[in-house]
């Protein structure tokens, strides 16, 4: 079964620093996701992301992220200065479309920042 | 507003037995999905099933079915016949809007029951 690849499962990085996440979408996917989970709180919405530009991003969201498509299969989150508060596992999901109800999204299995 | 409920922090559950997490959610759209995501201890989310506002039946997926009760705004995950690696977190979530030109559709979480099944 297709599936999407997040890289690094873990990293650890120093408050200040820039990280960058990686995900390598299902291939014939369309629309591409990221989303934060805090450990112990609930999964939270970052950025979509369709035909190489943002559709919609959260107040989460602010100005030390990013997200870029630099190759037409990978897809990556920026963040530019980690905060202590960064500090979560960071999902990226991607869908066939966002036509129909019918089609799921498959989540990546997380890459757990932690800032130190 | 919360737009998913989930009021059940935790909860137990003999093995082999039936057990029903519950969903409330929030929402003026006509068209909207729901779906229930599993995330064991590794930390991985797991797809389990998916209802449409419009689906006349109830979802079913071997041993997961939803009981959906659209006037109620209710979307409840009963679980049959528990086994010890169904222990987990289990997250309800909806997906809002129509589609309209592009637009995504993120997906709104609740907080969450972590399920324990007990031998």
């Known amino acids: 079964e297709p599936e999407v690849t997040q890289t690094p499962s873990h990293q650890v990085t120093q408050m200040g620093q820039e990280v960058i996440l990686r995900c390598v979408p299902i291939s014939n996917h369309l629309y591409f996701y990221w989303y934060r989970q805090i450990l112990g709180q609930k999964v939270e919405f970052l950025v979509s992301f369709y035909n190489n530009e943002i559709s919609e991003k959260s107040e989460i969201f602010d100005d030390q992220f990013s997200v870029e498509r630099p190759d037409g299969s990978n897809f990556t989150l920026k963040i530019r200065s980690t905060k202590l508060e960064d500090s979560a596992m960071y999902f990226c999901a991607s869908s066939v479309t966002g036509f129909g109800f019918n089609y799921g999204y498959t989540f990546g299995s997380g890459t757990r920042l932690t800032v130190v | 507003a919360q737009k998913i409920t989930q009021t059940q922090p935790g909860m137990f559950v003999q093995e082999k037995e039936a057990v029903t997490l519950d969903c409330t959610y929030d929402?003026?759209?006509?068209?909207?999905?729901l779906f229930w995501y599993k995330q064991p201890s590794s930390g991985e989310m797991i797809f389990l099933i998916y209802?449409?506002?419009?689906?006349?039946q109830n979802a079913t997926e071997g041993r997961y079915s939803l009981n959906f009760q659209k006037a109620r705004k209710s979307a409840n995950l009963v679980i049959s016949a528990s086994q010890l690696g169904d222990s987990a977190m289990y997250f309800c979530?909806?997906?809002?809007?129509?589609?309209?030109?592009?637009?995504?559709?993120?997906?709104?979480f609740g907080k969450g029951t972590l399920l324990t099944v007990n031998p």
């Open positions: 929402t003026s759209d006509q068209s909207y999905g």
């Open positions: 979530a909806m997906r809002e809007g129509r589609d309209s030109g592009g637009s995504n559709y993120k997906l709104t």
């Open positions: 209802q449409g506002s419009y689906d006349e």
